[in-house]
Each structure stands twice: as structure tokens, then as C-alpha cells.
């Protein structure tokens, strides 16, 4: 299933750039599946523990939203014999929503708990931050980088067959120096920066407001503005783009942002990541997304509408959400995570124990498995 356009005049059509990707993973030391997991005490007992809250609102949301963790066995039996793709948020998901968004740092435990991930599943982080900033504080090579809320996607030159045997394989062993670069709104670029300028002058007048640059999208953050504030940050904000029809504002957790009017977001990217990963025509995959943002929410739908996927929306409040299933905070994301990395390294133990024990059998050996 390829992304579908619709035929509004401000959407663009744009070929792939050729681009390269630095490999620059950072050396996490010696973290691993089973000593993070031993950090965790019984993960087990976490996840049959229920969330302490006195919120019966928030309880009564759950039941509409099951937690992802003790729905886990019940999903896992749903994906036997297909394929899940894994889409993560980075904000909110990974790393916990911090004043500083130059310091929303993921934990290396969880860093590590992507990266083993990764290793059996093809995995993309999709975040509204700038490819490089993203992949800056991922520091994994062996996954996709899609910035700016999909419209700044890295992707392999050669798309991965569904019939190929190494599709779980990982992204690390794609040749990256003939990666492409999918930028949509590309054409938009010199007016995203004449507006950052602007918006820039407009923060540095109202105190605890700031500007980040997302290459294809203006950030303002506004959450250590006084509440007398927003108002007029969000006005100035306003009129910066009121009379220009080619970009338009939206909202975020705390944040203002400018974007182009183009039909695109992290649904389309998400459809475009599978296409180009060669799973867009497979019936048997199965799209994991992981977020907590409202911007999460046309991943979500898209997962809805193909009939088959698993969309889980971080939050520890009620909220409206097209999601199936729920986790609380990022410290869940990570548990969540580390489940799904083990439950395929034991499924990959049991198939290859499976043919051992009938290549025996074929030879007349009478082995005990």
C-alpha cells in the first residue's frame, strides 16, 4: 500500500536527493538486552502491576486504550507469521518532555533497548525535530531518520524485497552511501528561514520563549512563558503567516508550528517509509507506532484504516486518540520495548531449535526437542 495524494494545488510532488549519511554510532558500551532488563527487576511483575492512580478518568480511558504491556502476549499472538515495522516518536516516547528541548536526552538504556529493536525489526524514528537533530540524539545507525513530521525522510536507494529472507534484518546493512533524501517541501526552505527570522525577533521580546529551527518546520516553544504571556506570543505568532496561504500554524505539547501547506505529515510518512522499505503490498505486516503528540494521531489513523497494525499512544492523562492501545510514560515505552526485542530473539531461538530437530528427525536421529 503506496501513499496516497490528494489533488490540492499547494502539494508537491519532489524526486528523491542523493545524499550521504555520516556513521557515526556512538559506542553504548556494554548494555545489553539482558542487563537492562535485570536493571528492570521482574519485567513481569511490571507489567501485571497496575498504574497507581486515583484518576478514574484516566482509569476509565485505559479500559478504551488497554495498556500495551499487559495486552502484550495477546498482540504478540496477532503478529505470528507476519512481519511488524516499528515507528517510534522521539519527544515524549524515548525521551521524557523536558524545559530545554536541546536537552530532551534519551537514557542510554533505552538507546540501547532501540538499537536491539532494530536488530530484529526494520525500525524508523519519525519526529517533529530536524533529521539531523533527531538523529543526533539517537545516535543509531541501524535505523531510519524521518525529521520535520515526515518531511525530511532518509531511505535506502534500494528498497527491501517482502520476499527477501534478511527483511528483519537490520538498517546497518543497507550500503549507506546511496541513501536518499525525501523532502517534500523542499521548495519552501528560503521562506521557512525569512520566517524564522522574524519569529526569532518576536521571542527574544517575550521572556521564556523560543525558536527552534526544524528545517521544514519553525518550532516556538512557549512552556517557560508566563501564562500572561501566550496570549500574545500566539498573536504575534499568528500574523506572522495569516496573509500567506503556502504555510499555516499548528500545536503541539507547549509549542507553536509553522509548517508548509502541504499534505503531508507523519501518516504519509509512515505509508512513504513502508513503501520504500518494500512492505507496501505485503498483507502480512504489520505497522507498530509508538507516540504521545497530537501530530502522532495521522500515524495512527493511517494504521486504523489499513485494518491491521498496532498504534499505542504514550500518555499518562485521558485524551481523545485514535490509538488501540496505551503506555504511561517513556519508562513504559522502554519495558515495552525490551519485551518486543526478547519475544523475537525467542522466537528466532525456537524456529532454528524447530529445524534442527527436523533436519534429526530427516536423518533418522531421534533427538529430545
Same mark, same amino acid.
Given at each position: 500500500?503506496?501513499?496516497?495524494?490528494?489533488? %490540492?494545488?499547494?502539494?508537491?510532488? !519532489?524526486?528523491? !536527493?542523493?545524499?550521504?549519511?555520516?556513521?557515526?554510532?556512538?559506542?553504548?558500551?556494554?548494555?545489553?538486552?539482558?542487563?537492562?532488563?535485570?536493571?528492570? &527487576?521482574?519485567?513481569?511483575?511490571?507489567?501485571?502491576? $497496575?498504574?497507581?492512580?486515583?484518576?478514574?478518568?484516566?482509569?476509565? +480511558?485505559?479500559?478504551? &486504550?488497554?495498556?500495551?504491556?499487559?495486552? @502484550?502476549?495477546?498482540?504478540?499472538?496477532?503478529?505470528?507469521?507476519?512481519?511488524?515495522?516499528? @515507528?517510534?516518536?522521539?519527544?515524549?516516547?524515548?525521551?521524557? =518532555?523536558?524545559?530545554?528541548?536541546? /536537552?530532551?536526552?534519551?537514557?542510554?538504556?533505552?538507546?540501547?533497548?532501540?538499537?536491539?529493536?532494530?536488530?530484529?525489526?526494520? *525500525?524508523?524514528?519519525?519526529?517533529?525535530?530536524?533529521?539531523?537533530?533527531?538523529?543526533?540524539?539517537?545516535?543509531?545507525?541501524?535505523?531510519?531518520?524521518?525529521?520535520?513530521?515526515?518531511?525530511?525522510?532518509?531511505?535506502?536507494?534500494?528498497?527491501?524485497?517482502?520476499?527477501?529472507?534478511?527483511?528483519?534484518?537490520?538498517?546497518?546493512?543497507?550500503?549507506?552511501?546511496?541513501?536518499?533524501?525525501?523532502?517534500?517541501?523542499?521548495?519552501?526552505?528560503?521562506?521557512?528561514?525569512? =520566517?524564522?527570522?522574524?519569529?526569532?525577533?518576536?521571542? /527574544?521580546?517575550?521572556?521564556?520563549?523560543?525558536?527552534?529551527?526544524?528545517? @521544514?518546520?519553525?518550532?516556538?516553544?512557549? /512552556?517557560?512563558?508566563?501564562?500572561?504571556?501566550?496570549?500574545?506570543?500566539?498573536?504575534?505568532?499568528?500574523?506572522?503567516?495569516? *496573509?500567506?496561504?503556502?504555510?499555516?500554524?499548528?500545536?503541539?505539547?507547549?509549542?507553536?508550528?509553522?509548517?508548509?501547506?502541504?499534505? +503531508?505529515?507523519?501518516?504519509?510518512?509512515?505509508?512513504?517509509?513502508?513503501?520504500?522499505?518494500?512492505?507496501?503490498?505485503?498483507?502480512?505486516?504489520? $505497522?507498530?507506532? =509508538?507516540?504521545?503528540?497530537?501530530?502522532?494521531?495521522?500515524?495512527?489513523? !493511517?494504521?486504523?484504516?489499513?485494518?491491521?497494525?498496532? $498504534?499505542?499512544?504514550?500518555?499518562? %492523562?485521558?485524551?481523545?486518540?485514535?490509538?488501540?492501545?496505551?503506555?504511561?510514560?517513556?519508562?513504559?515505552?522502554? %519495558?515495552?520495548?525490551?519485551?518486543?526485542?526478547?519475544?523475537?530473539?525467542?522466537?528466532?531461538?525456537? /524456529?532454528?531449535?524447530?529445524?534442527?530437530?527436523?533436519?534429526?528427525?530427516?536423518?533418522? &536421529?531421534?533427538?529430545?526437542?
Amino acid at each position: 500500500m503506496g501513499f496516497q495524494r490528494s489533488s %490540492t494545488p499547494d502539494k508537491q510532488k !519532489v524526486q528523491p !536527493v542523493s545524499s550521504k549519511v555520516l556513521n557515526n554510532d556512538e559506542n553504548i558500551g556494554h548494555l545489553t538486552l539482558a542487563s537492562i532488563a535485570s536493571n528492570l &527487576h521482574d519485567i513481569s511483575a511490571i507489567v501485571n502491576t $497496575p498504574i497507581p492512580s486515583s484518576d478514574l478518568a484516566y482509569s476509565s +480511558w485505559v479500559v478504551e &486504550h488497554p495498556s500495551a504491556l499487559g495486552s @502484550f502476549d495477546r498482540m504478540m499472538k496477532a503478529a505470528k507469521g507476519k512481519r511488524i515495522v516499528v @515507528f517510534l516518536d522521539y519527544d515524549g516516547t524515548l525521551s521524557p =518532555i523536558v524545559d530545554d528541548p536541546d /536537552r530532551a536526552f534519551m537514557s542510554n538504556e533505552m538507546r540501547a533497548a532501540v538499537r536491539e529493536v532494530a536488530k530484529y525489526f526494520p *525500525t524508523a524514528v519519525i519526529s517533529g525535530r530536524s533529521r539531523d537533530k533527531v538523529r543526533g540524539f539517537v545516535q543509531l545507525s541501524n535505523v531510519y531518520y524521518a525529521g520535520s513530521h515526515g518531511m525530511d525522510i532518509m531511505v535506502p536507494s534500494k528498497p527491501l524485497k517482502p520476499c527477501d529472507a534478511k527483511n528483519q534484518a537490520t538498517a546497518s546493512t543497507l550500503d549507506k552511501e546511496s541513501d536518499m533524501l525525501f523532502q517534500p517541501a523542499k521548495k519552501f526552505l528560503p521562506s521557512i528561514q525569512e =520566517i524564522r527570522i522574524v519569529l526569532e525577533e518576536i521571542a /527574544r521580546k517575550i521572556e521564556g520563549a523560543r525558536v527552534e529551527d526544524n528545517r @521544514f518546520c519553525i518550532s516556538i516553544h512557549y /512552556r517557560n512563558v508566563l501564562e500572561e504571556d501566550y496570549d500574545i506570543l500566539e498573536e504575534k505568532v499568528k500574523a506572522v503567516i495569516e *496573509t500567506d496561504p503556502e504555510f499555516h500554524l499548528t500545536r503541539g505539547k507547549k509549542v507553536l508550528e509553522v509548517r508548509p501547506s502541504i499534505e +503531508w505529515n507523519k501518516g504519509h510518512a509512515l505509508e512513504y517509509l513502508l513503501d520504500t522499505l518494500g512492505f507496501s503490498n505485503s498483507g502480512d505486516v504489520l $505497522p507498530l507506532y =509508538i507516540g504521545d503528540d497530537r501530530t502522532d494521531e495521522d500515524a495512527f489513523k !493511517v494504521i486504523e484504516a489499513r485494518g491491521q497494525g498496532f $498504534p499505542i499512544i504514550v500518555s499518562s %492523562t485521558p485524551k481523545e486518540t485514535e490509538a488501540a492501545y496505551s503506555l504511561h510514560d517513556p519508562s513504559e515505552v522502554l %519495558t515495552f520495548l525490551l519485551r518486543l526485542a526478547s519475544w523475537r530473539k525467542a522466537s528466532s531461538s525456537s /524456529r532454528s531449535l524447530a529445524q534442527i530437530c527436523g533436519l534429526g528427525n530427516s536423518h533418522s &536421529h531421534k533427538a529430545n526437542c
